[in-house]
C-alpha cells in the first residue's frame, strides 16, 4: 500500500510531466506561427503513450506520442469517439484508414483491425488541466483526517470543499465555452461526486452515469469505470458500469474482481462476496493475482456479514499467495472481533516471522488489535496494561482510524482502546 508522501511525491511529478506537455504544446504553436506554409496538427485527439508488441500500430510504425486525430470515416477528438469509432469498425471488420500526427507531419495508413494495440490519454491542454484539478482533490481526500493539521496543513489551506466548487466552476465555464466534449465534462462531473457523499448528491451522480452508460459505447463504459472511476477510488459510479458490461462479456473476469473489489469498499457485502464466487467457480481459469484478490474480497464480505471463521479462513488463502498482502492484519482483525484471543496472537506471530521490518513499523497498530481482542474476551486489565505501554502516543485514536477502518467493524479498535486509555 503506498504512503500518502509517496503519492503526493508521484502526485508533484505528475505535475511536472503535465507541464512539460503543455509547454510543449505551446512550443509547437509558436513555431506553427513562425512557420505559416506549416500544416497545424489538431488541438484534440488520443496521445499515442506505448503500444503492445505485434500490435496493428505498431505494424504501421506510429511511435510514442503521435497524435490520433481520426479513424475511418470518426474524428477523434476524446475517448467517446475514439470508442465509437472502433465499437463502428469491429462492426465491419473491414480495413480503414487512420490519420495521425507525428509533430507538424500529418499522417495516414491503413489498418486491419479496431483493435489498434495502443495505451493513450486524451490530448489537449484543458484536459491534462482538468485531470490534475481533479487528481489533486482526489488524492487529498486519501490523507488521513489526523495528518491534515500537521504533516499536511499548507494542503489545506483551501478547505476541501472549496477547492470543489472551483473544480465545478471550472467545468461550468468549459460546458459554457465549449472547450470540453460533452462526454468529458459528464465524466468529469460524475468524478466530483465521492462515494461519501450526500444521499442527494449520490442520486445525482447515479443519474448521470445511467445516462452515460445509455449514450456511449459498451467499450467505453468499461474503459471509463475502471480507468476514470475504480482506479481513482469512485466505487459507486465504477460498480454501476462494471455491471452493464458484464451484461455484453459477463465471464470477464478481471471486471467481476474489480466488481467485488468496490462492493466490499462500499460494505455492498453479498455483491461483494457473489462476485467472488463467480470466479471461483472455476479457479483453474484464473491468475494467481485473480485467486488472490478474489480470496481477500470473500473474506472481507465474510467480515463484513460476522461470518468469522469463513472471513479466516479465505484471509489465510489470501496470506498463502502473497504474504505481503493485507491478509494477516484481516486474519486478525475477524480473530479480535471474534474474541479469539489465541488466533489472533498465531496471526501477530506469523506477521513477525515473515516481515519482520513491516512488524516492527505497526507495533502499535498491532498492540491495538490486541487490546481489543483482549477486551472482547472480558480480559480487561491485561487490555489496559497494553494500552497503557502507548499512553504518550500522539493522535493514537487517529492513527488507529486510520490504519484499522479499511476492515468491517475496525472503528471499534479506536473506540475500544479510547475508552481504555480513560479508564483510571
Known sequence: MLTIGVCLKRYTQMLFLLALICATTCSLATAQAEMPN???????????????????AERIGMQSMDLLARMGDFPVTDESTFFRAKE??????????????????????????STLGIYFNEYSGLVYELESIIKHVTLLREIPEYQRDIEFKSEFKVPLDRQLDEAR?????????????????????????????SPEEIKKQSEM????????????VYYAGEKRFFENKHYRPAIQCFKKYLEVDPDDVSVRLNLGFAAYHLGMWDEAEAAADYVLKDPESISEHGSLVAYQVKAMGALGRKDYETAIR???????????????????????????????????ARFQKVDPKRYDELRFQIDAIEAYALARANQREPAKQLVMKWKSKDRAEGRLNSFWNIFPGGSEVARTWKELAAVD
Open 38 to 56: 506549416q500544416e497545424a496538427p489538431p488541438s484534440r485527439g488520443i496521445r499515442v503513450l506505448r503500444f503492445d508488441e505485434g500490435s496493428e
Open 88 to 113: 463502428a469498425y469491429t462492426r465491419s471488420n473491414k480495413p480503414f484508414e487512420i490519420v495521425y500526427w507525428r509533430g507538424r507531419q500529418r499522417m495516414t495508413a491503413t489498418v486491419r483491425s
Open 169 to 197: 466552476s471550472f467545468l461550468d465555464r468549459a460546458e459554457q465555452q465549449g472547450t470540453l466534449s460533452p462526454s468529458q465534462i459528464l465524466v468529469a462531473r460524475i468524478s466530483l461526486i465521492f462515494d461519501d457523499a
Open 209 to 220: 452515469v445511467a445516462h452515460f452508460i445509455a449514450t456511449e459505447p459498451a467499450r467505453y
Open 314 to 348: 479465505f484471509a489465510e488463502k489470501a496470506f498463502e499467495l502473497n504474504q505481503k498482502s493485507f491478509g494477516i492484519t484481516l486474519v486478525q482483525m475477524a480473530a479480535a472481533q471474534s474474541g479469539n484471543l489465541e488466533k489472533v496472537r498465531e496471526a501477530t
